[in-house]
């Protein structure tokens, strides 16, 4: 993929002038590459604004000069796959893709994000990644989504682990910032044994097994793995299982063009086996949610599981977005459905990875401009 730069100025008063809806895909810049991020996501945003009428462009933190008419930014040449360099207007939108948490943290990010959200002519989505324990504090304060969340604690202290195993005799272990399963561990107490704690601890290849006969040891050997992260501990959920491999659902929720939540998608996600989560790269595999409800439910019952993670998913959307007081745009949730049927919430993502199911990757692309359509005309811009 080569980089060009246009060598000739464009009609700068031309491109001031015209009225178009612009919106900008922010993401940071990088000494090789330019800039990060998922570049044939980008492109697809690109082209799915061009048929929604909008332009649409990449800028980097640095680019990002809010008191200038024009911009430097990217565009993306897929006759000759080459990102291009020239001058955009100001966007009325900026769609926040900055891809990782430590290039979020960084203070000129930090300090352009603020000044985005409090400008008067410009919106911008999705200003931050959640942390799991976030998430937790805002879906318990709502009596409507107490319902889904497993028992969450932040992990402290060998006394607090302890307390809560007297409750749950299954936890999993989870880095408040962690995402793609890094990091997870899970805890199994079978007092009857000899050595009554497994821990089983996620790695690239597989999970390692370690059984030992006290909390302490445990968590002397937790402490070791979790080098230093900030943890969540919170109560196992017994997934709903098929072909003894347990499986959750995985879904887009994004805002309508009527600027309400909707669901763009469920897809579901099978764990590998010898994994203790269900991510794609740890052997996990995409499968379709109904057929997976229908074999473990039965027809009727999986139709009723359907509409109820639907619903749930958007009453889930709705809290995160009044607890973070924040302008949220999309989320994709990772939602488990137990042997009972009853629907569990683990974790939302503020940054949703591509989805592989065409439908759904579709849908969620046409969304983004279906919404920012409604954002323009509510506001005015
Ligand atoms: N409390 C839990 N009970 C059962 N399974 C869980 C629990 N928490 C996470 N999982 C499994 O692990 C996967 C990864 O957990 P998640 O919270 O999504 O972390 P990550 O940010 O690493 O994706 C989930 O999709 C689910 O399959
Ligand atoms: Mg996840």
């Not at 200003?127 to 937790?136: A, G, I, T």
């Not at 497993?150 to 272990?173: D, E, N, V």
Request: glycine share 8%.
């Amino acid at each position: 993929m080569a980089l060009v730069f246009h060598e000739d100025s464009a009609d700068e008063a031309a491109i001031i002038q015209s009225k178009q809806s612009v919106l900008a895909i922010l993401t940071i810049e990088d000494d090789i590459q330019l800039f990060r991020g998922n570049r044939s996501n980008f492109a697809d945003i690109i082209a799915a604004g061009a048929d929604h009428g909008f332009l649409v462009y990449v800028v980097t933190v640095k680019q990002l000069k809010l008191r200038r008419k024009l911009l430097d930014g990217f565009t993306y040449d897929r006759d000759t796959d080459t990102w291009i360099g020239q001058k955009f207007p100001v966007p009325n939108l900026i769609y926040n893709r900055i891809p990782l948490r430590e290039d979020e943290l960084q203070p000129e990010a930090r300090r352009k994000i603020a000044a985005c959200v409090n400008h008067p002519e410009i919106q911008i989505f999705n200003p931050s990644f959640f942390n799991k324990w976030s998430l937790f504090k805002w879906l318990r304060q709502s009596r409507t989504t107490q319902p889904f969340i497993p028992a969450t604690r932040r992990l402290l202290t060998a006394g607090g682990l302890g307390k809560m195993m007297l409750k749950h005799r299954f936890l999993y272990l989870k880095p408040v910032s962690g995402k793609a399963g890094k990091g997870i561990m899970t805890i199994q107490l079978q007092p009857e044994k000899t050595l009554p704690y497994t821990l089983k601890i996620q790695g690239d290849k597989g999970s390692t097994t370690y059984n030992c006969g006290t909390i302490a040891k445990l968590w002397a050997r937790i402490v070791k793995e979790s080098s230093g992260e900030r943890y969540i501990a919170q109560q196992g959920i017994q997934l709903a299982a098929f072909n003894e491999r347990s499986f959750d659902l995985r879904t887009l929720v994004q805002k309508n063009r009527r600027g309400q939540w909707d669901i763009s998608g469920i897809g579901a996600r099978v764990a590998g086996s010898y994994s203790i989560t269900t991510h794609v790269p740890r052997g996990g595999s995409i499968e379709d949610p109904e057929k997976l409800l229908v074999s473990v439910f039965g027809q009727d019952e999986a139709r009723k599981l359907l509409i109820k993670t639907r619903n749930t998913a958007l009453i889930i959307a709705r809290q995160i977005e009044r607890g973070s007081r924040r302008k949220l745009m999309e989320m994709s949730m990772d939602l488990g459905v137990d042997q009972d049927g009853h629907v569990w919430f683990f974790e939302a993502n503020a940054k949703p990875m591509k989805f592989d199911e065409p439908d759904i990757r579709k849908r969620s692309l046409d969304r983004i401009f279906q919404y920012s359509q409604y954002l323009l005309k509510m506001r005015g811009l």
